[in-house]
């Protein structure tokens, strides 16, 4: 019994040893970057197993999902997006105007101001619900995947261009309009 175990474990040892010792050798010819929307991209693994980042960088298929990118023009800002998100990484407020403000790019009829549009990518899975829902596709999955920070707070991207005091202000236009149209009422 104690020889079968000693074979054992002579022969597993022998197994992951030559198994290092021809990764060893196979590492002398550097990989050849492969497109990766070609069938073949998975045959040809030889060489390297790692690739030099940053000099060298891995090719990314045109469906890949990484960062996320709003176009807030174009946002209507429906909320859509924050609801399909399974890990409630988008934060968003919204301020009513009193009348149109403007239209996006695909015609749509923008009604509400953008106080704060936040997505925290560190607790983003990068399932891309948000891009599906989207009426108006302003927010999209780019092709960056490399930001990377110390800090999680650094994570977080605001994409709201309104300043405190812009919020401020269509706030206390909104607030007027609701009274004026109060006071309209009860006459």
């Known amino acids: 019994m104690i020889f079968k175990t000693a074979f054992h474990a002579l022969t597993t ?3 992951g040893l030559s198994l ?23 045959d040809k693994q030889d060489g390297i197993a790692t690739v030099q980042y ?34 409630d990484c988008i934060a968003i407020e919204a301020i009513k105007s009193p009348e149109a403000i403007g239209k996006t790019s695909d015609g749509s009829i923008k009604r509400l101001y953008p106080a704060k549009f ?3 990518m560190a607790k983003c ?3 891309g619900l948000c891009t599906v829902v989207c009426p108006t596709e302003c927010i999209v999955m780019t092709n960056q995947y490399d930001r990377s920070s110390t ?13 405190d005091d812009q919020v401020a ?4 236009e909104w607030t007027k309009f609701q009274a004026e149209k109060e006071a309209a009422k009860s006459k």
């Open 118 to 120: 936040d997505i925290d």
């Open 54 to 87: 940053p000099k060298v960088k891995m090719p990314i298929p045109e469906v890949a999902r990484y960062q996320l990118e709003v176009e807030i023009d174009d946002c209507i800002v429906c909320d859509l997006c924050a609801k399909a998100c399974p890990v």
């Open 125 to 127: 899975m990068y399932c």
């Open 151 to 163: 800090k999680l707070t650094d994570l977080i991207y605001g994409f709201s261009d309104m300043t």
């Open 169 to 172: 202000q269509r706030k206390s």
């Open 13 to 15: 040892a022998f197994k």
């Open 20 to 42: 290092t010792v021809k990764h060893l050798f196979g590492a002398r010819k550097a990989r050849q970057e492969l497109d990766i929307t070609k069938d073949n991209y998975f």
